[in-house]
């Protein structure tokens, strides 16, 4: 994930070898330092080729990523590039199955506006940067979400979902 003001400042979360966590870099990769406070392991090894989304840079703010851990639910932040993270809420977990993905979205033009696609859980939106919650009624499964460009007169983007919506047979 890059910075949305700083395309030197660029967070990554290799593939799981049983310890490696978050890495942060301010130099466009020529350097990389471990993060603290991010869990390692966020993305799972069973696959050469991962469905898991679960780092997202914001589209607005300088320096903030957000992280989703599938093992326990829980959502992290990092205001400082990456550099450290926090532990600010908690989604409903996936536990280990490598067939449940996931992908965290932060909406463009929007600071701190989150969209969390949790497969069989469904969609969760966030406005306060990833604070609190709250599930979208009516969505049973949700694969995977994008985002339009904002319209010009400031309402809030297109949301486009992989996913169904009850009563949606098809």
Known sequence: AVSATDPDNVVWAPRNDGATGIWHTRDRGRTWQASTGAP????????????????ASDRVAAGVFYLYDKADGRFYRSDDGGATWRHVSRLPAQGTAHNVNHRVLALPGR???LVVALQGEGLFRSADAGESWTRLDGVTFAESVGAGAPPASGAAPTLWMLGRIAGDTD
């Open 111 to 113: 600071r701190g506006h």
């Open 40 to 55: 390692s392991g966020i993305v799972w090894p069973d696959l050469v080729f991962s469905f898991y989304k679960p780092l």
